[in-house]
């Protein structure tokens, strides 16, 4: 996976579009950057996003005719994104978390981990902890003793 400096777009990378850069002991204008007129700037933080985005799986032959529709509407509110930008938004939008396979499985791997610790940090109870709180003696310590002791206690309070 990409870190967030590899995912974003820049038009320069040397500055990172601040436009000044450290020369150890004092800053200064990017000598890489700072000589581009806004178009020339525009035009590269362009070709810098059509190197990193994501690229559509869809085309627009694909499009059912709400699609299209929406696709059009879409064109005319933002006159600045690209036509497969768009279609990334529209295949976005098809995406159904709850038909995602792959992903239901780790939701519930979460889930599974999520009921393991809720309330408290120490999973299920240790089999001769549950004998000893269902009453049974045995050769507990006293730590032991006064942990299951109050286990009970706060099962008590909580029923
Ligand atoms: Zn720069």
Not at 82 to 101: C, F, M, N, Q
Not at 140 to 153: G, I, K, P, Y
């Amino acid at each position: 996976m990409l870190n967030p400096v590899e995912r974003l777009a820049f038009a320069c990378r040397t500055c990172f579009d601040v436009g000044k850069v450290s020369f150890g002991t004092h800053d200064g204008e990017c000598p890489s950057c700072s000589s581009l007129t806004g178009g020339e700037r525009t035009a590269r933080l362009r070709a810098d996003t059509a190197q990193r985005v994501s690229k559509p799986g869809i085309r627009e032959s694909d499009l059912t005719t709400q699609e299209r529709e929406e696709f059009g509407r879409l064109r005319a509110c933002h006159t600045e994104a690209h036509s497969l930008t768009i279609l990334v938004w529209i295949e976005g939008r098809r995406y159904d978390p709850a038909k995602d396979v792959e992903f239901l499985a780790l939701c519930e791997r979460r889930l599974r981990k999520w009921r393991f610790l809720r309330l408290t940090n120490d999973g299920p109870l240790p089999g001769w902890a549950a004998s000893a709180l269902a009453g049974a003696g045995g050769d507990a310590s006293d730590v032991e003793r006064e942990w299951v002791d109050s286990l009970r206690e706060s099962r008590k309070r909580a029923a």
